[in-house]
């Protein structure tokens, strides 16, 4: 399964997120987009968060980096720390891991699964867990792992290094490096925690591009926060992490079922 764009603003995780069902739908899939169809079933939700996805969009049209970042959904709530927290875990400090303030990007909203968004994929993954999931967001080249909220490492420690590794096996032009979640920054209240807690799905984040990378390029673009969140050249960065996507899966899929 493949889910992306849960924060708004980054818009080239459902540009990926639509390559993977276009390599997915052609009539004789061939290599790792083969592989996996032959084992599994793929679903792909395109965009979780639709309302900022919407709102990045037009800001390309009216410029002004000080409007609002389109992050979170459209009643402002940041829709990957709106999730129950795993059992024993409690709060963080940072305001960036999840808060109660309002006016900060990362409100985690006035209750767990409180926003019809996440309400949804909540509902779509209990009514079928996945073996393994895709959460595509952007900025960082970086693919991290649960857990975000515990620093002790996950039972399948190795399940997530054999995806990650088979991912960044099949980049062509940029390999991301990798990271248990809570070793790039602490979230509580994540979507994958919730994941991997409640289903033992291998739920990974893929952030493709880099921060500002786009306005470092191209310094005009400076004046739209759309480009702040995403790369100058979106579709070479969707070229470079399709394949990876589809590999990732299959080696999940090895891990927990078997080879062969
Ligand atoms: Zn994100």
Not at 129 to 139: G, I, K, M, Q, R
Not at 176 to 200: C, E, L, M, T
Request: hydrophobic share 40%.
């Amino acid at each position: 399964m493949a889910i992306a764009t849960i924060h708004g603003c980054e818009v080239v995780a459902s540009e990926l997120a639509l390559r993977l069902l276009e390599k997915a739908c052609v009539d004789e899939p061939t290599g790792a987009v083969a592989e996996l169809l032959e084992v599994a079933d793929l679903r792909i939700v395109p965009v979780v968060n639709p309302d900022g996805r919407a709102r990045s969009l037009a800001s390309l049209d009216e410029g002004g980096l000080l409007r609002l970042a389109p992050r979170r959904n459209a009643r402002g709530v940041d829709l990957n720390r709106n999730w129950p927290f795993p059992q024993g875990v409690r709060d963080h400090w940072l305001p960036i891991a999840g808060t109660g303030v309002r006016r900060l990007p990362w409100y985690r909203g006035p209750s767990p699964l409180s926003e019809p968004e996440t309400r949804a994929m909540a509902d779509l993954v209990d009514s079928r867990p996945p073996f393994a999931l895709l959460n595509l967001h952007s900025t960082g080249q970086i693919v991290t792992y649960p857990w975000s909220s515990k620093e002790e490492p996950p039972d399948d420690r190795a399940g997530f290094e054999a995806m990650i590794a088979a991912f960044v096996a099949h980049q062509p032009t940029w390999q991301y490096r990798s990271k248990q979640s809570r070793a790039w920054y602490p979230i509580v209240g994540s979507s994958n925690d919730w994941f991997y807690d409640r289903h033992g799905i291998l739920a990974i984040t893929v952030e493709t591009g880099v921060p500002g990378g786009s306005v470092k390029r191209d310094p005009r673009k400076a004046r739209y926060f759309f480009w702040w969140a995403n790369p100058a050249d979106l579709e070479a960065h969707v070229d470079n992490d399709a394949d990876a996507c589809f590999a990732a899966l299959v080696a999940a899929h090895t891990y927990r079922y078997g080879g062969g």
